[in-house]
């Protein structure tokens, strides 16, 4: 979505960079048309990434048995946010989802359908600033190109160097998918994706297989395998630091996944804890006050977690490529 817009051609023009361009190929509109990576790798985030938090057994909503207590208006609350369900919450409308399963797979669940609104968000967002036409942008499309000359600049070069315009529009699909998400979990009657446990997993999975990949391709299978024996250790050491390295290798995609699960779920928790309590008299003012506090917080923490996760994924990658580095 990201690679057929014309705004990396108007970030060339206004970044200047000659050296550096921002889109491989000799005539406008040729950025990275030979790249055979670009497909599969976009596909394999939005598809392995709902493929993986399919197979979660989704919890179905309760509304049955709804007590008038101060607890259970908490817990109704916080189960709207965090809690996956095949029911749909909009502006008081509840909306029933059909159920369907594909193998080990289980549709159609309130987050799937929320990482899907995200998807479509940001496939919209970038085709409305790619229809601008002017040579010098304005509004959206110029701060859309802030954006793809901070991925590129802070995040893919220092980590993949001369691969970098290669990877630019995975990583700007993951960085605007994740931070859509993350923003979609603070509307009052919306839920976050990337707080299902399911859904960072996907993801993760997605930097594993990307690591994986490109290890071998840059260094190939002997030249990725060679990287889990350390140089300069003793013989005798030398299995137990390989299996240190095997499971430091294996441990990042699971904190991918731990880190930015546990703060969005964490965020939207005490958010919708607070607005729990505005039922109660006494503590109904300081909780709003609090609330929107907090509020402001996760704004800037949605955009922190999308930056951290594509940082990450871009060191990882970049260690894969170049471990001498």
């Not at 991925?151 to 220092?158: K, T």
């Not at 990949?213 to 299995?239: D, H, I, S, Y």
Request: charged share 15%.
């Amino acid at each position: 979505m990201w690679s057929k817009s014309r705004l990396i051609f108007a970030a060339k023009q206004r970044a200047g960079r000659a050296s550096s361009p921002l889109r491989i190929g000799g005539d406008r509109g040729g950025y990275l048309r030979s790249d055979r990576l670009r497909a599969p790798l976009l596909a394999i985030l939005l598809c392995v990434s709902v493929a993986c938090f399919a197979s979660e057994e989704a919890s179905p909503a309760s509304h049955g048995e709804e007590g008038s207590s101060l607890g259970a208006t908490v817990v109704r609350v916080l189960e709207h946010h965090v809690v996956d369900s095949h029911e749909l919450s909009i502006l008081g409308f509840h909306i029933e989802l059909p159920e369907f399963e594909i193998g080990p797979l289980r549709f159609l669940t309130k987050h799937q359908v929320w990482w899907v609104i995200a998807v479509t968000l940001v496939f919209l967002v970038v085709r409305l600033a790619g229809r601008q036409k002017t040579i010098v942008p304005t509004g959206l499309r110029n701060a859309l190109e802030v954006l793809v000359l901070f991925i590129r600049d802070e995040i893919l070069r220092p980590n993949l160097h001369g691969r970098a315009d290669a990877f630019l529009p995975y990583f700007l699909t993951l960085f605007t998918c994740i931070l859509f998400s993350n923003l979609l979990g603070l509307l009052p009657w919306g839920a976050s994706a990337t707080g299902n446990v399911n859904v960072t997993a996907g993801l993760a999975l997605c930097t594993l297989g990307l690591v994986i990949g490109m290890g071998v391709r840059a260094c190939g299978l002997f030249g990725f395998l060679k990287q889990f024996t350390p140089p300069g250790v003793p013989l005798w050491l030398m299995p137990l630091m390989v299996v240190v390295e095997i499971v430091s290798f294996f441990i990042r995609p699971f904190a991918l996944t731990i880190r930015l699960f546990a703060n969005m779920l964490a965020g939207h928790a005490v958010i919708a804890v607070l607005f729990g309590l505005i039922v109660a008299p006494l503590f109904a003012i300081p909780s709003i006050a609090v609330a929107t506090a907090v509020t402001m917080l996760e704004l800037l923490v949605a955009l922190i977690q999308a930056y951290i996760f594509s940082m990450l994924t871009a060191v990882f990658v970049g260690l894969a490529v170049h471990p001498l580095h």
